[in-house]
């Protein structure tokens, strides 16, 4: 299984990017989806998470500004960043809880970084 990053790059504080998380592989089903950054010289936080019914969740940092969403027919989860402040600059991952074909249970995977900069 692998899931592929895409969509990063440099933009302009109040800009929008839109970043995309692909995953391929013998898939059964995949349960909840979500993107995590890491800033340099901090921790990895948790940015957004969505089910696999739809229902979202995100930072208090993000809320308002990011919307998470994903395509179950393309097994992609998406992540619309707007508003863009220089402190959103981080490597941003995907994560994903994924049951194989033929597996009884779900494990989680994680995507690489796409480098995300916001800056003048």
């Known amino acids: 299984v692998q899931l592929q990053a895409s969509g990063g790059g440099l933009v302009q504080p109040g800009g929008s990017l839109r970043l995309s998380c692909a995953a391929s592989?013998?898939?059964?089903?995949?349960?909840?989806m979500g993107w995590y950054r890491q800033a340099p010289g901090k921790q990895r936080e948790w940015v957004a998470i969505?089910?696999?019914?739809?229902?979202?969740n995100y930072a208090d940092s993000v809320k308002g500004r990011f919307t998470i969403s994903r395509d179950n027919a393309k097994n992609t989860v998406y992540l619309q960043m707007n508003s863009l402040k220089p402190e959103d600059t981080a490597v941003y991952s995907c994560?994903?809880?994924?049951?194989?074909?033929?597996?009884?249970?779900?494990?989680?995977?994680w995507g690489q970084g796409t480098q995300v900069t916001v800056s003048s």
């Open positions: 592989g013998s898939i059964f089903s995949i349960d909840n």
């Open positions: 969505i089910t696999s019914g739809g229902s979202t």
């Open positions: 994560n994903a809880g994924i049951l194989l074909r033929g597996s009884y249970k779900t494990t989680a995977y």
